[in-house]
């Protein structure tokens, strides 16, 4: 039976070579890789088996059928990829095991909570004093966030959410703009506030809230704004926003999964502006800051509002000197997700972390450029990672979107713009290079050749 240290020196071996080959292999698995999951589709077994055993199945069946997401080349569904010192940290911090949920069952959670939590409020932009808490991700975010919003509401028109139910509770009103991202909408759901209850403001041509399209504001509404739409990358007008809602006794909520981390260049936060004037913010850490899944990060500005919510009962109260992990968030609980956002920061520093912003927006813009240049149609400004590009109508742009999966130089998805068919590119990746840009670029522009090349070939057939 392998001992502890070779079974771990031997996953450390293997992770190093999955991840070494990553620049050599197709980014999306190929069909034989699917097919050979089938061997993992076994009956429990009834006795033990050994643990390297395990371990080697997993590698051999398991490393192939995964998506390359954390190399150079995969701009899917704005995902980030993982540094590697946030691996390492990972690996270390699933060796310590941690329930991460309070404060007397580990110590060392709970301080790099503390620190990441005040470095984050700081390179964010937002009010001192900002109170936040370690979620799954930006849905986890968006769904905490509003339940603070729903609570705080409440509480001031005379009505205790948590302890009376909803059912007779004075109606709040939610506000988004037409193009908010749908795990909003499942969070509205989640909190009993009815997605279909949701008034939806139209919105420009990059997907903002049209400032002048919304409706009159009061102390019973939650305004949820976004920082950085998921095709577009625009971010709605909070300097128009912000000030009428709050004059109103309005909350103003950002959904600012990616977006949020523009204010941490100083050549992109002017993105931002205007956004530390809202009430609570949802972001996550594994998408720009390139940390390993699952991790989300919610603040709120009043950390007590947060707290009113999430605290398992009134007794936090008397009992918290310092800050209690599970009074924030909606787990008891969870693993230490802080370990790697620290991690994350301790090492990229103010520097690193704009560098690493500044550099994927570039990035964007190079595609843009490359795409435009050779006659395709760019659908957006692109002021931050995201391009969304057309190859021409709508049939030949999905056909372009699945030769370019099928090839596997890169891997982008599709989605529809403004009622057409468009391929979408992310830059999340720490480890993308100017080389793995133009590489891409090339793939791309050759699937469209390809593309074109055949379906002029069947004109040419149906001419005879
Ligand atoms: C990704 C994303 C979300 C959802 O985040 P998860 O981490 O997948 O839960 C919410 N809003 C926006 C704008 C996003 O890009």
Known sequence: ??????????????????????????????????????????????????????????????????????????????????????????????????????????????????????????????PKGTGGG?????????????????????????????EQGLFDAPPLRVVVGEEAHVSVLKAVAMLGLGRGRVLRVPVDGQGRIQPDAMPPLDDRTIV????????????????????????????????????????????????????????SWATDAHKWLNVPYDSGLVFCRNAEHLRGAMAM???YLVTDQQREPSHFTPELSRRSRGVEVWAALRTLGRRGIADMIDRHIRHAQRFAEGLRHAGFDVLND????????????????????????????????????RGRAAMRISVSSWSTTEADVERSLDAMLRAARNVCDQSSSQADAYSF
């Open 224 to 279: 949820c704004l976004q920082a950085g739409n998921v095709n577009t990358g625009a971010f709605d007008p909070a300097t128009d926003i912000c000030p009428a809602a709050k004059q109103a006794g309005a909350w103003v909520h950002v959904d600012g999964a990616f977006g949020l981390w523009a204010a941490a260049s100083p050549r992109h936060a002017h993105l931002m502006h205007g956004y530390a004037d809202a009430d």
């Open 382 to 417: 692109v002021a931050l990672n995201q391009v969304l590009v057309s190859f021409g109508d709508d049939r030949t742009t999905r056909q372009v979107i699945a030769e370019v999966q099928r090839e596997g130089t890169c891997w982008c998805g599709g989605t529809q713009w």
């Open 1 to 126: 039976m392998a001992t502890k240290h070779e079974l771990l020196s031997d996953a450390a071996q293997r992770a190093l070579r999955y991840l070494d080959d990553l620049d050599s292999r197709a980014v999306y698995p190929d069909d034989h890789a699917i097919r050979q999951l089938a061997e993992l589709r076994k009956p429990l077994p009834d006795d033990p088996q050994p643990p390297a055993e395990t371990l080697e199945l997993l590698d051999r069946v398991g490393s192939p059928a995964t998506v390359a997401s954390t190399g150079g080349r995969y701009f899917g569904f704005v995902i980030g990829s993982s540094l590697p010192v946030t691996v390492a940290a990972n690996w270390l911090a699933a060796a310590w095991g941690q329930n991460a949920g309070m404060r007397a069952s580990s110590p060392i959670s709970a301080t790099l909570e503390d620190v990441a939590l005040t470095w984050l409020v700081d390179l964010l932009g937002l």
């Open 313 to 315: 009962s009134a007794a």
């Open 134 to 162: 370690f979620v799954t991700g930006a849905t986890m975010a968006n769904f905490t966030a509003l339940a603070a919003a729903r609570r705080t509401l409440l509480l001031r028109a005379g009505w205790d959410g948590e």
